[in-house]
């Protein structure tokens, strides 16, 4: 299978010429975009071409998605991301009741009749917030997914257990919607202090050797992509985690 990797984890390892040709080296065949890369498409895209990388998804803020369509669409269009993730929800932005989270996921839903009127798949990308519990008891993400059933979910493992969620459950009632997973570790005790608590995949506490399993079994998931929201090396970061789910 290929996997991905997601340049947000790089963003401080510049530049950007070298991040891709390590990933190149180590064995990656996809990249997954963010804000970040979209300055000038062109030339990334040209980037990607010379070390045989491709990026098939791609993640933009709900206020692109709504109010700049045909600017996501041209950025997509010449890096080649079929995907579309709306990846976050600004803390400030996000509603406190279900009624609040459904209608956040009907504006998700708009976004996808508008991406798929255009050729493109469209999904949301969790954090851990959507799996706290409101006052009635429910969690944001049903709200969401309910709201929007025709949509795909991104689904961030990590984010979901730092949620308080076990993920197997969510994988059993909405696998044909998982269109994508962030394989991400969870650090042990005591150790990825100065990486917020995140490890390279395969050395953490996530058991992704049977999760990797259990998504190919099923999930929907066409991408599977490598993310460390802050890791002191990338190389190492980048490598030690594609050894590890070669393996499983």
């Known amino acids: ?67 700049d369509f045909d600017g996501v669409r041209k950025t997509a269009e010449a890096l080649g991301i079929k995907l579309l993730i709306c990846p976050y929800l600004m803390a400030e932005d996000r509603p406190s009741d279900a009624a609040g989270w459904r209608g956040f996921g009907e504006r998700l839903a708009k976004v996808g009749e508008v991406a798929s009127k255009a050729g493109y798949g469209f999904a949301w990308h969790n954090h851990d917030f959507e799996f706290k519990a409101l006052a009635d008891g429910s ?6 997914l ?9 689904m961030d493992l990590a984010w979901v257990v730092r949620g308080g969620a076990d993920p197997l459950p969510w994988i059993e009632k909405h696998g044909k919607r998982i269109v994508a997973v962030h394989v991400k570790d969870i650090a042990r005790p005591g150790e990825g202090l100065d990486e917020d608590g995140w490890s390279d995949v395969g050395h ?6 049977n999760l990797i399993k259990v998504l190919r079994a099923k999930s929907a998931a066409k991408y599977f992509v490598m ?16 050894a590890s789910v070669k393996a499983y």
Do not use: C
Not at 2 to 30: C, H, I
Not at 139 to 144: E, G, L, M
Not at 204 to 209: H, Q, R, V
């Open 1 to 67: 299978m290929n996997w991905s990797f997601q340049l947000y984890s790089a963003r401080n390892f510049q530049p950007w010429e070298g991040v891709l040709a390590t990933l190149g080296k180590l064995g990656y065949t996809e990249v997954e975009g963010f804000g970040g890369v979209y300055e000038n498409p062109k030339a990334f895209r040209a980037e990607l071409d010379k070390n045989g990388l491709s990026m098939p998804t791609g993640h933009f803020s709900v206020d692109a998605l709504e109010k």
């Open 139 to 144: 969690v944001p993400q049903d709200h969401i």
């Open 146 to 154: 309910s709201s929007a059933p025709d949509i795909g979910w991104e």
């Open 204 to 209: 953490g506490t996530i058991d992704w050797a």
């Open 227 to 242: 993310e460390q929201d802050n890791p002191n090396d990338i190389e190492r970061f980048a490598r030690r985690s594609i």
